[in-house]
C-alpha cells in the first residue's frame, strides 16, 4: 500500500486557496452598497434618532397622473425613518388631494406642505433657443426659504431635491444618511442626459475629478437634480444659494452647487459611485382621448372619484 504524505507545506498553500476563494466570493456576493443590513438598523428607534434628518424637497402640479407619481414617493417616506417631506405645489393653494394623500401615508408629523404657483410671465422669457420654461424653480427656493427659518442647524441635517416621477431605491436614503456636514454627496443617476448613466468619476483615492456626461459636459456640475444632497449647514452659511430662471437649460443643478461646494470637496457615496440607486424615469403624458369625448358630453368617468 503505498502512503500519501501530504506535507506541511501543501497544507498551508491548500488553506491560502481556500481563503482567497472565500474573500473573491465574499466580495462578488457584494454589488450593491449598504442595503438590507444598513436599513435595518435604521430601523430601530436608537438608530433613527442618531440618524440626520433628510429633508426632501418635492416640487408637483396638477395633471392626471400626479396622485400615481406621489404615491409611489409616499411609500419611500413609509419606509425611511428619517425623512421629512417638504412637498411644494405648483399652485395658488394647497390642494386637499396631496393633503389626503400625506395623511393616508401616515406621515402626519413627518411633511411640510407649501404652495406657489410659477409665473406665467416666465414662459415668455425665452431668447435664447435653449431656454425653456424652468420646472420647479420657484418650489424648491420657497422650501429653502422655509428650511432656512424652521430648521435647527444645530443638529446636522440633509437636503435633497426629490422630483416626483423619478424612481428611488430605499438604500439612496441610506447612503445620503452619510453626508457629513459641510459636504455635498454624490453618486450616479440611470436613464439621464442620453446615457444608461451618468456618474462621477473618481480617481485612486476616490476624490471626484470628472463626470462621464454626454450632454453640456461643460457645465460647472454636469449632473442631474436627482444626483446630490447637501448638508444643510451649507444652505445656512452661503444665505444667498438659491435656484434662478436666469440661467440655461440643465444649468441649475451648476447654479445652486456653485455657491455651496467645489468638485474636489464633493462626497462620493454609492460605492464609490458604481452603484445606480436612483433613476431619472419620466411618465408620458397620460392619453384622454375618450375622456375628452365624454367631456363634450358634459359627463366624465371620474364623477365624484378621486384619481
Ligand atoms: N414641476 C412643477 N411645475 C411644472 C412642471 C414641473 O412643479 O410646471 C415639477 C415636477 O412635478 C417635478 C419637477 O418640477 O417634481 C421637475 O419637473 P419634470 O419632472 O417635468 O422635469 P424633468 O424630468 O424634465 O427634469
Ligand atoms: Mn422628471
Not at 446636522?156 to 455635498?184: C, Q, T, W
Request: hydrophobic letters at 40%; aromatic letters at 8%; one cysteine or more.
Amino acid at each position: 500500500m503505498t502512503e500519501v504524505r501530504i506535507r506541511p507545506r501543501q497544507v498551508l498553500i491548500l488553506i491560502i486557496v481556500f481563503i482567497v476563494l472565500l474573500l473573491m466570493v465574499h466580495r462578488n456576493g457584494k454589488r450593491t452598497c449598504d442595503g438590507p443590513d444598513y436599513l435595518q438598523a435604521m430601523y430601530t428607534q436608537q438608530q433613527s434618532d442618531t440618524l440626520p434628518k433628510i429633508y426632501a424637497i418635492t416640487p408637483t402640479y396638477a395633471r392626471p397622473a400626479q396622485k400615481a407619481e406621489l404615491t409611489r414617493l409616499s411609500h419611500i417616506f413609509m419606509l425611511v425613518p428619517n425623512l421629512h417631506w417638504i412637498i411644494v405645489e405648483d399652485s395658488n393653494s394647497t390642494t386637499p388631494l396631496v393633503r389626503n394623500l400625506l395623511l393616508r401615508a401616515g406621515l402626519e408629523n413627518r411633511f411640510t406642505q407649501l404652495n406657489i404657483k410659477t409665473p406665467q410671465e416666465f414662459k415668455l422669457q425665452g431668447k435664447d433657443p435653449n431656454w425653456i420654461k424652468p420646472r420647479g424653480v420657484e418650489q424648491r427656493n420657497l422650501a429653502l426659504t422655509w428650511l432656512r427659518a424652521n430648521v435647527n442647524v444645530d443638529r446636522h441635517a440633509i437636503v435633497f431635491f426629490m422630483d416626483d416621477d423619478n424612481s428611488y431605491a430605499v438604500e439612496l436614503f441610506a447612503e445620503m444618511s452619510k453626508i457629513k456636514p459641510g459636504r455635498v454627496g454624490v453618486w450616479p443617476v440611470g436613464l439621464v442626459g442620453g446615457l444608461m448613466v451618468e456618474r462621477p468619476l473618481l480617481d485612486q483615492e476616490n476624490r471626484v475629478v470628472g463626470f462621464n456626461a454626454a450632454w453640456r459636459p461643460e457645465r460647472p456640475f454636469p449632473i442631474d437634480m436627482a444626483a446630490f444632497a447637501i448638508s444643510m449647514d451649507l444652505f445656512i452659511k452661503y444665505p444667498q444659494a438659491v435656484f434662478s430662471y436666469e440661467v440655461q437649460r440643465g444649468y441649475q443643478e451648476s447654479e445652486i452647487l456653485r455657491y455651496l461646494t467645489t468638485r474636489d470637496q464633493l462626497q462620493p457615496l454609492a460605492n464609490n459611485c458604481r452603484d445606480v440607486l436612483v433613476w431619472h424615469t419620466r411618465t408620458e403624458k397620460t392619453k384622454l382621448t375618450a375622456e375628452e369625448e365624454l367631456i363634450r358630453k358634459r359627463k366624465r368617468s371620474d364623477e365624484g372619484i378621486e384619481v
